[in-house]
């Protein structure tokens, strides 16, 4: 299944987000980089998913993004969590690993 493209589930882009800039600040292309490496390629996010919700995370206060230049010398917004998106963080991940716990109870026993 590794090979096959799959959508991400609504909602779980900022999830994801959020954890891989709790770990540093990244710019955009950067973190569709990341984010495809560390599904091995099974989520490929688009700059059309991925800057709508980066924006709906900075509007929520839960990132900061700043201009600066990217390791290649270009112009880049560069995103940081902030408190209140590790706060959110946890959150979201609490309220994930109870979902995939009901739906792992379903799987495993229906």
Same mark, same amino acid.
């Given at each position: 299944?590794?090979?096959?493209?799959?959508?991400? =589930?609504? @909602?779980?882009?900022?999830?994801?987000?959020?954890?891989?800039? /709790? *770990?540093?600040?990244?710019?955009?292309?950067?973190?569709?980089?990341?984010?495809?490496?560390?599904?091995g390629g099974v989520f490929q996010v688009t700059p059309g998913s991925?800057?709508?919700?980066?924006?709906?995370?900075?509007?929520?206060?839960? =990132?900061? @993004?700043?201009?600066?230049?990217?390791?290649?010398?270009?112009? /880049? *917004?560069?995103?940081?969590?902030?408190?209140?998106?590790?706060q959110q963080l946890a959150r979201e991940r609490k309220q994930w690993?109870?979902?995939?716990?009901?739906?792992?109870?379903?799987?495993?026993?229906?």
């Amino acid at each position: 299944m590794a090979n096959h493209r799959q959508d991400l =589930v609504q @909602g779980t882009l900022d999830l994801l987000i959020l954890k891989v800039l /709790a *770990r540093q600040p990244m710019h955009g292309y950067g973190l569709m980089q990341r984010l495809g490496a560390l599904t091995g390629g099974v989520f490929q996010v688009t700059p059309g998913s991925l800057f709508p919700s980066l924006q709906r995370l900075e509007q929520s206060g839960w =990132v900061t @993004g700043s201009w600066g230049t990217s390791e290649n010398n270009r112009r /880049a *917004r560069f995103y940081t969590i902030t408190k209140e998106g590790r706060q959110q963080l946890a959150r979201e991940r609490k309220q994930w690993n109870a979902i995939a716990l009901a739906i792992s109870n379903v799987l495993d026993n229906a």
